[in-house]
């Protein structure tokens, strides 16, 4: 298992391929973070599909209604860009063509999308469980998708 340094601001993702572990990143997206750090704790994503899942691009997740369409019953959240590039593992947030539209749908980068620097609120990298990730079912939508099984903050599991 990774090495955890930050429990409280680190994730544990079970999915239906296996486990992935999140190091979130508080110091660059606070409002991201904690934002899905309260929902996890909500179990809001427990249950939740890969909706979009581009090959070579990303995993993307986090809505409802499983369509890319939906969020939580929170604000939208203000863009909180940053300097994190987009590379293989990067967790960021997915939002609208409005720069302030994060709510609760996320996704995660198979390989380089540098493209999305500075667009989007990059909030995480994996640590753990990448090969999960590259198994996950890809599609637009997705047929029979994959999905989180469990999300929890590693500070609550033990």
Known sequence: MAAIK????TLIIDTTQGRVVIEMLPDIAPKHVERIKQLARE????GIVFHRVI???MAQTGCPQGRGTGGSNYPNLPAEFNAEPHVRGTASMARSSNPN???SQ???CFGDA???DKQYTAWGKVIE???NVDKIKRGEPV????????MKVAADVG
């Open 6 to 9: 930050d429990p409280e601001n």
């Open 43 to 46: 179990g809001f994503y427990d």
């Open 55 to 57: 090959e070579g691009f």
């Open 101 to 103: 539209s994060a709510n």
């Open 106 to 108: 996320f996704f995660i």
């Open 114 to 116: 540098r493209f999305l």
């Open 129 to 131: 469980g990448m090969e």
């Open 143 to 150: 047929q029979n998708p994959d999905k989180m099984i469990s």
